[in-house]
């Protein structure tokens, strides 16, 4: 019996539970990735989108979702493994300890200048988690074809 099911005790009309698996678990992240990162790009094109200067409020709102999403990404980013991580990874991993460092400038650009550059970041972060996904899909043939033959990549 695997971890995630039990029998329902003693009583034959009552439904077992079932096994989630790790598929079932699987999608179901995805699906949360996907909306996160769906939210990102919203914050990232509102963030590239200012042309005049935002009001207070609303730059330090978006500021703020920014850093949080770039946190965010930045761990998942530092999870990859240095020999597996894309370059683009390891240089946004390398601006984001910088934004942190320095914060935004002084001067009147200097918040929506910082706000800018942590969307660029963000932007970075997502395109690195896509790169290393797409290596994983695209050796996930090679890895476990149980009684089937291995697949050559001329014969995809």
């Known amino acids: 019996m695997h971890e995630h099911t039990s029998q329902a005790e003693n009583d034959p009309s009552t439904p077992a539970e079932t096994d989630l698996s790790a598929a079932l678990l699987l999608q179901a992240a995805m699906v949360l990735e996907e909306h996160a990162e769906a939210a990102t790009f919203t ?66 650009l200097g918040s929506w200048s910082y706000a800018r550059q942590l969307a660029l970041v963000a932007r970075n972060l997502i395109q690195a988690v896509h790169a290393y996904r797409a290596t994983i899909a695209a050796r996930a043939p090679y890895t476990s074809r149980p009684n089937l033959p291995s697949l050559v990549p001329s014969s995809q």
């Open 43 to 108: 914050l990232i094109r509102q963030a590239l989108a200012i042309r005049q200067s935002p009001g207070v409020q609303e730059l330090a709102k978006l500021t703020d979702a920014l850093l949080t999403q770039c946190a965010i990404l930045a761990t998942g980013v530092e999870t990859i493994s240095a020999e597996k991580c894309p370059p683009r990874g390891a240089g946004a991993l390398r601006d984001w300890a910088q934004l942190r460092r320095d914060g935004p400038a002084d001067g009147p």
